[in-house]
């Protein structure tokens, strides 16, 4: 158990639906990284939150929006699903911002996974 | 823009050989730079990061990696595979704010 919790665990759903994917980072970390990972694009980075603060933003779709809580949970939520979305999405979490600093360059910790398909 | 390349899709080693995963990086300022593994069904794993210091970087499980400046590149190493290395293996670098992932390679050991 790596301490990064992420519900669901697979999740099937239909095209045109809204889904919300759930992560509670380790205890004391206080940034929140989304990826999603899928067979033909590997590891793509779309999102991360720092203390219930956006601070970067990667190839996320307009169709995609997340969120971090005073509580440090975080929450994906995909709409307007399509059939290319079906992929595994993955949260991490570290203590600090991650920035190039020498104070940065933090671990990440990683999910075990929100396994999405979409019919 | 940072980036990281790794160039072999998958590679194939026999078990008590030594491995190599290369990885190549872009990015601006001194690198940080990360391997992880993936095992089927999980999450990544932290293996091993270099900030600065010594070239040579020892990590979990037996493994180290290269660092060379001038080559911009992070090679993942080990000197006697286990069929038990066999998993999927990210390099990864921190720029500001972000931190990006290569590829990925599958590394498959035989026994």
């Known amino acids: 158990d790596s301490g990064v919790t992420q519900t669901p665990k697979h999740l099937i759903t239909a095209t045109g639906q809204r889904v919300t994917l759930r992560c509670s980072p380790r205890s004391g970390d206080l940034s929140v990284y989304w990826y999603q990972q899928s067979l033909d694009q590997g590891l793509q980075f779309l999102i991360h939150?720092?203390?219930?603060?956006?601070?970067a933003k990667g190839n996320i779709l307009e169709r995609f929006s997340a969120q971090q809580f005073p509580d440090l949970h975080s929450e994906l939520n995909l709409s307007s699903l399509e059939l290319g979305d079906s992929a595994l999405y993955f949260c991490?979490?570290?203590?600090?911002?991650?920035?190039?600093?020498?104070?940065?360059?933090?671990?990440?910790?990683f999910g075990a996974g929100s396994r999405l398909t979409v019919l | 823009a940072q980036s990281v390349a790794q160039p072999e899709d998958q590679v194939n080693v026999a078990e008590g050989n030594p491995l190599t995963v290369k990885c190549t990086y872009s990015?601006?300022?001194?690198?940080?730079l990360f391997w992880y593994v993936q095992y089927p069904n999980r999450g990544l794993q932290f293996l091993l990061k270099y900030i600065t210091g010594d070239n040579l970087v020892k990590g979990s499980y037996g493994f180290e990696a290269e660092f060379n400046k001038s080559q911009t590149s992070f090679h993942l190493k080990k000197p006697s595979a286990l069929v038990s290395d066999s998993a999927l293996y990210f390099c990864?670098?921190?720029?500001?704010?972000?931190?990006?992932f290569g590829t990925g390679t599958k590394l498959q050991v035989i026994p």
């Open positions: 991490a979490s570290s203590v600090a911002p991650g920035s190039s600093s020498s104070s940065g360059a933090n671990v990440l910790t």
């Open positions: 939150y720092y203390n219930g603060e956006e601070r």
């Open positions: 990864a670098v921190v720029g500001y704010q972000k931190v990006t």
């Open positions: 990015v601006s300022g001194n690198p940080y």
